[in-house]
Structures are given as C-alpha cells and as structure tokens.
C-alpha cells in the first residue's frame, strides 16, 4: 500500500473533552495533556490511527470523540480559529503564512490530509479550539457512554451535530 493510499483512507477525528479537571487520575490527566485537552470544552482534530485509538479509549471516560466533516471543520475554523494572542484566525492570515486563498481551502487541505492540524503550532495557530457548552445542553448523563444514552466515548458522525451546537 502506498502513502498515497494511506492518506487517502486516514479519517479525521474531532476530539471533545467533556470533565472536568477535578478528581482525574494522574495517567489520564497526563494523556489529556498529550492531547492539548487541557480543560472542559476544548476540542482538537487528528488524523486517526491504531495508536490514537489507544489513547482514545485509555481516557473515553473523560472525552466524546467522532469523524468530523468538511463543513463542521470549515465553521469550526472560521468562528473558533486563533492564533498566536488570542486573535481570530483570518483569510488574511492564511494568505500571508501559507500558498492558500481561504480559512476554506485550510480546512480543505487538513481534511485531505495536506496538512496536520497539530502541526500548525509552528506557523501561529493554536491547534486546540475552545467551545462553549452545547445550545440546548446535553442529551444525556455526562458520566455515561454515549452508546448508553450517555454523552462520553465514540460518537461517530452524531459528532458533527455537536460541535455545531458548541460552537
């Protein structure tokens, strides 16, 4: 299998902490930071792999997590992008420090798997976006699986609806 087919099958993951920061075993707390999860409400996207998924179970207690969309990750971009001093992510700014036009085309090229999201950190944009609580509130229990009427753990596609709410 080539690279190229590699990176065509590589879905990505948006990645939503839910909990809070009291109470959380050390190693789990640990592997929220590895993440960049670092408090209630702040999301990040990755690439998924064998290793990510891992990780995403070792902490599933504590994270809601699913495949994201062009357009939830276009609107996430576009409302919840920052760079380096808080400030919003503009075209202007894409321009500048990359050979695209448009927050649209960013998304684009990290959907495709151009770019890394996490990698990002070097040009100036902060590879986490901070959300507010969903509109409406949650479904469920915020301590139970999703799969059990709960809102924790793999949510698959449901994860779009959410973080339109959030945003």
């Known amino acids: 299998m080539g690279v190229a087919e590699r990176m065509e099958r590589t879905t990505l993951v948006a990645i939503i902490r839910l909990r809070g920061r009291v109470g959380v075993p050390y190693d789990v707390e640990y592997t929220l930071k590895l993440l960049r999860l670092v408090k209630k409400y ?28 062009l357009d939830t990750l276009t609107a996430l971009f576009k409302k919840r992008g920052r760079v380096k001093g808080g400030e919003i992510l503009t075209d202007e700014f894409i321009r500048k420090n990359f050979n695209l036009e448009s927050i649209e085309e960013l998304a684009k090229a990290i959907y495709e798997g151009r ?13 986490v976006f901070r959300l507010h609580p969903p509109k409406g509130g949650f479904k469920g229990s915020i301590k139970k699986p999703y799969r059990d009427g709960g809102e924790l753990g793999y949510r698959g596609s449901e994860i779009n609806n959410l973080l339109k709410r959030m945003i």
């Open 42 to 69: 702040h999301c990040t996207v990755y690439p998924m792999t064998e290793s990510l998924q891992g990780i995403l179970n070792n902490v599933k207690d504590w994270i809601t997590w699913g495949e994201i969309d």
């Open 115 to 127: 770019l890394k999201l996490h990698k990002l950190k070097e040009f100036g944009i902060k590879p």
